[in-house]
């Protein structure tokens, strides 16, 4: 474990580089910036609230294995985040995760999430931290997303014309 005021300098960094992807995305013509989504697996799903407080583009969250862990400082601890992560959020989890139980860490978590109750789902599948059943996973995520961002379109912008 990192020291208290690594842990929160780290987090700090990440933040700043998910700040200067959505800036360089913003920059983007053939990106939909209004059509954003947080995916965070693991230790990404323990912070997504912090991240998603702060920065106010996503229009949609992803959290696979996330949850509350441990003593961290309160400038970082994403129990102070959560009400604010008020986006749609979609958290997908083991039943039987030994790292987030869902007793103490899963179900504190979604509570305490600001997305509206119709905005928020917790999908708790069979298995450990990391559900085995990857299909599972991905048809709970793409429908959230096509729920939230609209189904994925192409854009004749990028096509090559002979």
Known sequence: MLA????????VMWSKDLERTIDYLDAR?????TRLAYYG???????????????GRFQAAVFIGGGFHGNVPPEIDAVNFAPRSRVPTLMINGE???????ENAQQPFF?????????????????????PDRR???REVLDW??????????SAAGAKTD
């Open 136 to 138: 599972a996973i991905i």
């Open 96 to 102: 039987d995760d030994f790292l987030m139980p869902v």
């Open 145 to 154: 997303l096509d729920r939230y961002l609209g189904p994925v379109t192409t």
């Open 111 to 131: 509570d305490l999430l600001g997305a509206p109750a119709e905005d928020k789902r917790h999908a708790l599948l069979e298995g450990g931290h990391l559900p």
């Open 4 to 11: 208290p005021n690594k842990l929160r300098d780290l987090t």
């Open 41 to 55: 697996f693991s230790l990404g799903a323990v912070y997504g609230p912090v991240f998603n407080a702060i920065d």
């Open 29 to 33: 013509e053939d990106i939909d910036h």
